[in-house]
């Protein structure tokens, strides 16, 4: 009996450690993690350059109903810890925000048009006045970080045009923007403080982290230190229109 007893605890501890690496490198855990570290790195950056500001964060609305799927669920939560692990106690997160949904998407998603080329969907859900009724709540907010997008309808938002707020985006559809040469002004300007675009070639979101410099990897986090060079490198990413 006593030979069995080492057996056993070497059976199980062998076994768990098969099933956290199986576990572990589920490819929903791996997308999570992915998410999760473009959201940081994002947030760092504002931490660095803008201290002593106010943010406010944009979410999926989709998320605060019951009835969304699990995974959109847990893909939203990752975004926002990696947004709150990257600020810190640098910047202040004063809210996380939910944009107003046009009323015929609140009706039925599926009978809005929506771009099939679009990175952010939520673009052409919420409402073009979304985003000016919710810094209105928030007033002192500096910053603007959406994991959603921005309103298709940009050229309808007011707070766009508001000299003091800064946009800080993750996976932008920049075609609202306009082409790389507006872009780079919003950019340069400071409209757009920072903002996280997939690196061409990069490996499937799904692939699994394996260190430091996966950011790097399959990312682009785009500043004003170096949008001219990343427009450079990679014109394809940027509108031409």
């Known amino acids: ?50 201290p002593g500001q106010r943010a406010l964060l944009l979410s999926n609305p989709f998320t605060e109903n019951d009835a969304t799927a699990k995974e959109i669920v847990a893909m939203e939560k990752a975004g926002i810890a990696g947004v709150r692990k990257g600020l810190g106690d640098k910047v202040t997160l004063e809210a996380i925000a939910y944009p107003e949904l046009k009323p015929e998407a609140r009706a039925n998603p599926r009978a809005v048009f929506i771009d099939g080329e679009t990175t952010t969907p939520l673009s052409y859900l919420v409402a073009p006045d979304s985003f000016d009724k919710l810094l209105a709540k928030h007033p002192n907010c500096d910053l603007m970080i959406s994991l959603v997008g921005l309103p298709a309808a940009l050229k309808e938002v007011r707070c766009w045009q508001d000299e003091k707020l800064k946009f800080a985006l993750l996976l932008p559809d920049l075609r609202f923007v306009g082409n790389a040469a507006a872009v780079k002004r919003a950019v340069q300007s400071g409209k757009l403080a920072a903002f996280v675009l997939l690196k061409p070639g990069a490996p499937d979101s799904r692939a699994p982290l394996k260190g430091p410099g996966d950011f790097d990897q399959r990312f682009i986090l785009v500043t004003r230190e170096n949008i001219d060079r990343v427009v450079e490198e990679y014109p394809q990413i940027f509108p031409v229109k």
């Open 1 to 50: 009996m006593k030979r069995v007893a080492p057996i056993l605890a070497l059976v199980v501890f062998i076994t768990a450690i098969v099933l956290w690496f199986f576990l572990r490198n589920d490819p929903r855990d791996n997308a999570l993690d992915a998410r999760e570290v473009a959201t940081r790195r994002l947030a760092e950056y504002l931490a660095q350059n803008y």
